[in-house]
Nanobody
């Protein structure tokens, strides 16, 4: 089992920045992929960015060039640096990790609100 605790959400003006953090605990030795998803009101949850244990990263087209995902394996923590935020980035952001057995674990979510 893996437990996740997210932090760093909040209210920011358009063009501003926020940094999300997600700390994992429990069976962290089994973690492979760490990523961030988001869900806006009335919309489906979507992948924002993810990174593998090997260091490769994948981004949604809508955030490329603005968001950066990184991970600190020693701290079992994944970060999402969000720059040049837009009102359409407003959503609840969820951390998700997948272990090598393809079992996924979700965080509780953190609200990001970007005002215009």
């Amino acid at each position: 089992q893996v437990q996740l605790v997210e932090s760093g959400g909040g209210l920011v003006q358009a063009g501003g920045s926020l940094r999300l953090s997600c700390a994992a605990s429990g069976s962290t030795f089994s973690i492979n992929i760490m990523g961030w998803y988001r869900q806006a009101p009335g919309k489906q949850r979507e992948l924002v960015a993810a990174t593998s244990s090997g260091g490769s990263a994948h981004y949604a087209d809508s955030v490329k060039g603005r968001f950066t995902i990184s991970r600190d394996n020693a701290k079992n923590t994944v970060y999402l640096q969000m720059n040049s935020l837009k009102p359409e980035d407003t959503a609840v952001y969820f951390c998700k990790v997948d272990d090598y057995g393809l079992i996924g674990y979700w965080g509780q979510g953190t609200q990001v609100t970007v005002s215009s």
